[in-house]
Nanobody
Framework: QVQLVESGGGLVQAGGSLRLSCAGSGRAFDTLHVGWFRQTPGKEREFVGSINWNGGTIYYADSVKGRFTVSRDNAKDVMYLQMDSLKPEDTAVYLC???????????????????WGQGTQVTVSS
């Protein structure tokens, strides 16, 4: 069983930055394809970005491309989400997710992620 714990959320002004972390345990981190999603009340869970098992392929949603950066450190069992130039519409609960996948696809669908964290709140004020 894989456990994922997010941290680093908080309140920030528009234009500011935050870095989220997702710590994994329970399985070798380098066997996992991992991703970030975000959720706001009344809306469907939205894909933010993902990174494959060795960090060689990273994929972003158009809404965050150029502002957010996904990375991972398999030696530390951690994935990161660096968020710059934040906007009020980025306000959401951010969740990390993982799937035991080391194939050639660069992106997985939300239903293909087996494990989810509890989320961390990010609030961007205008």
């Amino acid at each position: 069983q894989v456990q994922l714990v997010e941290s680093g959320g908080g309140l920030v002004q528009a234009g500011g930055s935050l870095r989220l972390s997702c710590a994994g345990s329970g399985r070798a981190f380098d066997t996992l394809h991992v991703g970030w999603f975000r959720q706001t009340p009344g809306k469907e869970r939205e894909f933010v970005g993902s990174i494959n098992w060795n960090g060689g392929t990273i994929y972003y949603a158009d809404s965050v491309k150029g502002r957010f950066t996904v990375s991972r450190d398999n030696a530390k069992d951690v994935m990161y989400l660096q968020m710059d130039s934040l906007k009020p519409e980025d306000t959401a609960v951010y969740l990390c997710a993982a799937a035991p996948y080391r194939g050639t696809r660069d992106r997985l669908g939300p239903l293909e992620y087996n494990y989810w964290g509890q989320g961390t709140q990010v609030t961007v004020s205008s």
